[in-house]
């Protein structure tokens, strides 16, 4: 019989060995289709650019009504998706994370660096619409999410609003480490290749500086591939000048 202790409790066996799972292979469940081919310019977080639109596109084993049965009864949803563009890089145990301007370390996992040991990236975005019957499979239509292109998705979860949501959580230094915003210039005439929605979603990205942090030259003219278009602009004293949009890449 199993030794007791003093309350009459029954202690739980010892963790071994054989009961710890070494490693775990994922594979994808769907594909992700955004406009940035590229990670230049992509929203640092997800939920900044709530105009911004993305597809889910699920895998033949998953594109059926049956898998995604009562996933509409939700406004949000959280992705789990991998950091595709850095596959192979070397991982450190500590990074600079650019909100503290490249020049101070924390620790990997007090950051949502892609330098991570797994590569795993997690999203809350926006559900707008789920399509089943299309040319492409199952599709699940997005807003406000932060992935490139091609991105691999492993898992959709129901975002729940009263486990979910901490609205007086601290958020470490990114309380005190707010990114600011640049003010967007051009003419109709830039914009007027572009649809009325597809225009509004790139001005509010350029918004955000897509710039990687450490840039600083106003002479500089940046392309930045969006869908279709070579967006082309410089930034100078806070102002971002769209210089030209070029389309058909």
């Not at 469940?29 to 640092?44: D, E, L, V, W």
């Given at each position: ?8 409790c ?5 963790t071994t ?10 594979k994808p ?16 977080q997800s939920?900044i650019v ?11 084993q998953?594109a059926?009504a ?5 996933l509409?009864g ?6 789990v ?13 500590t ?5 503290l301007?490249?020049?101070?370390r ?5 950051t949502?660096?892609p330098?991570?040991?797994n590569g ?8 707008e619409?789920?399509s ?11 807003s ?8 691999p998705?492993?898992?959709i979860?129901?975002?729940v609003?009263?486990?979910?949501s901490?609205?007086a959580?601290r ?10 915003t640049?003010k ?10 572009m649809?009325?929605?597809?225009a ?5 990205v350029?918004?955000?500086?897509p710039?990687p942090q450490?840039h600083d ?7 930045m591939?969006y869908?279709q278009w ?9 102002i971002l000048?769209?210089?030209?949009i070029?389309?058909?890449r």
């Open positions: 019989m199993a030794a007791t202790t003093a309350d009459g029954r202690p739980h066996a010892k060995k054989k009961h710890l799972q070494k490693s775990m292979e994922i469940i769907a594909h992700f289709r955004s406009p940035f081919a590229t990670k230049f310019g992509i929203p640092r939920g709530p105009q911004l639109r993305g597809r889910i596109i699920m895998e033949p998953y059926s049956e898998a995604l049965r009562g509409d939700f406004d949000y949803l959280w992705l998706w991998g950091f595709s563009a850095n596959a192979g890089a070397p991982v450190h145990l990074v600079r994370p650019p909100r301007g490249g020049n101070a924390m620790g990997v996992f007090a949502r660096s330098f991570r040991p795993l990236g997690l999203s809350s975005v926006r559900l619409g789920i089943v019957d299309t040319a492409e499979g199952a599709v699940i239509t997005v406000g999410a932060d992935l490139m292109d091609g991105t998705i492993y898992d979860k129901p975002y609003a009263f486990t979910d901490h609205a959580a958020s470490g230094f990114a309380d005190t480490e707010r990114w600011g640049l967007v210039e051009y003419d109709n005439e830039t914009l007027g290749c649809d009325g929605a597809e509004e979603a790139l001005l509010r350029l918004e955000q500086d710039r450490y030259d106003p002479q500089r003219i940046y392309g591939p869908g070579d967006v082309r602009f410089r930034v100078a004293d806070g000048t769209i210089v030209e070029v389309g058909s």
